[in-house]
């Protein structure tokens, strides 16, 4: 057994088709787009609770939210960017 036989499929994919200035290009994109999403989706204090600034619709003054305030455990954007769970 090797690290490559422990790689997923896409994994395997990007490996085989991409050189590795590639892989780094893409690996500091994809860095950046992840950033991006956090900053957008960052956490803040509203009210006494920490809410997920982007799902609660917080306005620029942060005065007010547009929606119910999500709390930002519970942003499910974020829970989305994170890697699958080990079986
Ligand atoms: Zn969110």
């Known amino acids: ?7 997923s499929p896409r994994a395997l994919w990007w490996l085989q088709n991409l050189d590795e200035l590639d892989l ?10 992840f950033e ?7 956490p803040v204090d509203y009210r006494g609770q ?11 003054d942060g ?3 547009d929606n119910p ?8 954007t974020l829970k989305a960017l994170q890697p699958p769970k080990e079986p």
């Open 50 to 60: 920490t809410i997920c600034a982007e799902c609660s619709g917080l306005d620029p």
């Open 24 to 33: 780094a290009e893409s690996c500091a994109y994809y860095e950046t787009v």
């Open 1 to 7: 057994m090797n690290r490559y036989d422990d790689l």
């Open 69 to 76: 305030p999500v709390p930002h455990d519970q942003c499910a």
């Open 36 to 42: 991006q999403v956090r900053e957008l989706h960052r």
């Open 63 to 65: 005065d007010s939210t």
